[in-house]
């Protein structure tokens, strides 16, 4: 069983078409998190959910929209992509109070804005 | 601001030999401090961490690191590589509590490990 999945795994689209990406975990945890990798690897949090409830929501676009529909679920939809928007993202949970950063990461859905 | 610095981008070593990747923080109180393990096309896995106590912190696959203080310095080792060690490796600092989220993770750029046969 994957204990953060995410889906899809690759995603090709052209500019200003609106997409989602889905994250399930299966781990009991509290908390999920979006993460985003840019082509040089760089690793940014970008949105915090704890128990359904927003937490943390970094300098991000309002074009980017997390959507929590129970504490196992984290989607991201994003709307008007941009050539920019290109990028790895990055789904993770974590026991909340429990070991502070010890997060579960999915694979990862690779965007690539045409 | 917390910051993370990892200041070599590429490292290759040969099979058997001996490991350190290097992570320099910035961060005004006691950090909590992480190493983690990105395979090609794979998330990342947790490889250790230190919170606090010992200041050499045992990981998973035959890992540790040592926290030193006054060279802001939380750097990574491994005694004899093996070719699956091939990998990103990326250093992080905890960010602090947001209302009880604790996940917000300040990373480096990370290193890329080589192996050669």
């Known amino acids: 069983d994957t204990a953060v999945s995410q889906t899809p795994k690759y995603l090709v689209t052209q500019m200003g078409n609106d997409k989602s990406i889905k994250c399930e975990q299966n781990l009991g945890h509290d908390t999920m998190y979006w993460y985003k990798q840019d082509s040089k690897k760089f690793l940014k949090i970008m949105f915090s959910y704890n128990n359904k409830e927003l937490i943390i929501n970094e300098t991000v676009p309002n074009r980017f929209s997390p959507k929590s529909p129970d504490k196992a679920h984290l989607n991201l939809h994003i709307n008007s992509l941009e050539l920019g928007d290109s990028a790895v993202y990055f789904c993770?949970?974590?026991?909340?109070?429990?070991?502070?950063?010890?997060?579960?990461f999915g694979e990862g859905s690779r965007l690539t804005v045409l | 601001a917390q910051s993370v610095t990892q200041p070599d981008i590429h490292i290759t070593v040969s099979e058997g030999a001996s490991l350190e990747l290097r992570c320099n923080y910035s961060y005004g109180a006691t950090p909590y401090l992480f190493w983690y393990v990105q395979s090609p096309g794979q998330g990342l896995q947790l490889l250790l961490k230190y919170f606090s106590g010992d200041t050499l912190v045992q990981g998973i696959k035959g890992f540790e690191a040592e926290f030193k203080r006054s060279q802001s310095s939380f750097n990574l080792r491994k005694p004899s590589v093996h070719w699956s060690d091939a990998a990103e490796y990326f250093c992080a600092v905890g960010a602090g509590d947001y209302g009880g989220s604790q996940g917000n993770l300040i990373f480096g750029k990370g290193t890329k490990l080589s192996v050669k046969p």
């Open positions: 993770a949970s974590s026991q909340d109070r429990a070991i502070p950063g010890e997060l579960f």
